[in-house]
């Protein structure tokens, strides 16, 4: 079967600990991620979800595996665009790796289908986020345009 993925590969110095604590903590997500947060119980088979600054959801999912500082996968429906939506669920899969002082993070979102509009999409999205955490935890202050949701 074709697919559509995108992987996304960044070396942040910082610990495993701080990466996942950026990853997952809500007060975090804020500085990096647009404004947005994550909700979940981060245990396997536990619901997930992205919430936009006005409390309405724009991904959601649930929390497929989960091994604290290394792992992380979530199957990730878009829950905010109709033509996204209907694609179905995909797949992100983070994966933390230490690399001497600092951490490898690679980022894997992935869909069974060809050309899928969704993983064209977070393919635009992923990197300035991404950018913006590596900011944040080598510099204290994340980039400026990931701090609010776009109009």
């Given amino acids: 079967m074709a697919r559509s993925?995108?992987?996304?590969?960044?070396?942040?110095r910082t610990t495993p600990a701080k990466l996942w604590k950026a990853l997952i903590t809500p007060e975090i997500n804020r500085q990096f991620f647009y404004d947005t947060t994550q909700e979940s119980e981060w245990k396997r088979g536990a619901p997930w979800r992205l919430v936009k600054p006005d409390g309405d959801t724009c991904d959601s999912g649930k929390v497929l595996e989960i091994q604290p500082q290394k792992r992380l996968v979530l199957k990730w429906r878009n829950e905010s665009v109709p033509e996204l939506r209907k694609e179905g669920y995909s797949r992100m899969t983070c994966e933390i790796e230490r690399q001497g002082p600092s951490v490898k993070l690679t980022i894997i979102?992935?869909?069974?289908?060809?050309?899928s509009k969704l993983i064209e999409s977070v393919s635009e999205g992923w990197p300035p986020i991404l950018s913006s955490l590596k900011s944040l935890l080598e510099t204290g202050e994340s980039l400026v345009e990931t701090r609010t949701w776009p109009d």
Avoid: S
């Fill in 5 to 12: 993925k995108f992987v996304y590969v960044t070396y942040i």
């Fill in 109 to 115: 979102h992935e869909m069974g289908r060809p050309k």
